[in-house]
């Protein structure tokens, strides 16, 4: 039993329900004992058991159905993204990037609309046309690739992407200052490449061009 005696009750009971849920005391989907039997486990009235739900509902931990009872939805709260990304190493960046990439390009190929190809092709001339200096450059390339996953029309692939961004946009302007990287040349025809796989609604071709542009990117960041 978890005895609280200290002034945040409510952040210290839903630490103890978290607690318990990371030790495995409740499985995921499993459905949490009643407030009048956590209430003396953890050594507060309802109001505090209901409010420390709430606060793990609003992690993603648990979660409340209407007549049915308080499940766990989750096993841990999940860290924020932006941390996660300053963290991760860029090579696992790349990969999470060829996993929403490849596909954001096979659906962009099936689900384009005129403007969004439009969006593309001039997104992919302004790379290919863009004022000299690395972060323009890059800064292009990251235009080009949103393009392509807006394309996609769906909007968690989109603000995945996005908060990829940032981390991508520093890890390719340090790797380029270092000289690492492919021709002009061929970078840009891998583009043009996925972009005439779009326009001709060929999703599998959208998916390996993109899936073998990334793969390169990751060996080239290694």
């Known amino acids: 039993m978890v005895e609280i005696r200290r002034v ?14 990371r030790a495995g005391e409740w499985p995921l989907g499993a459905r949490l004992p009643g407030e009048t039997t956590l209430g003396p486990q953890l050594g507060v ?7 420390a739900i709430r606060q793990l509902a609003g992690q993603g931990v648990l979660e409340a159905r209407q007549g049915a009872g308080v499940f766990v939805t989750a096993l841990d709260t999940g860290e924020e993204w932006d941390a996660v990304l300053r963290r991760a190493g860029i090579v696992s960046v790349i990969e999470a990037r060829i996993a929403i990439e490849a596909e954001a390009a096979a659906h962009a190929a099936e689900r384009r609309t005129p403007a969004a190809l439009r969006a593309i092709r001039r997104a992919l001339a302004e790379r290919r046309d863009r004022p000299g200096g690395i972060e323009e450059y890059v ?3 990251m235009r080009f690739h949103r393009t392509v996953v807006a394309a996609a029309d ?22 380029l200052r270092m000289g690492r990287h492919v021709s002009d040349d061929a ?12 326009a001709a609604r060929d999703a599998e071709a959208a998916r390996r061009l993109s899936r073998a542009h990334l793969v390169s990117l990751a060996d080239a960041l290694r």
Do not use: C, K, Y
Not at 8 to 21: G, T, Y
Not at 187 to 198: F, G, K, Q
């Open 8 to 21: 945040s009750l409510a952040d210290q009971a839903a630490a103890a329900l978290l607690e318990r849920i």
């Open 45 to 51: 009235g309802r109001s505090t058991v209901r409010e």
């Open 139 to 141: 800064d292009a390339d």
């Open 154 to 175: 769906n909007p968690v692939l989109l603000e995945i992407f996005d908060a990829f961004v940032p981390r991508l946009r520093r890890a390719m302007i340090e790797m």
């Open 187 to 198: 970078d840009h025809a891998a583009h043009a490449d996925l972009t005439e796989a779009i």
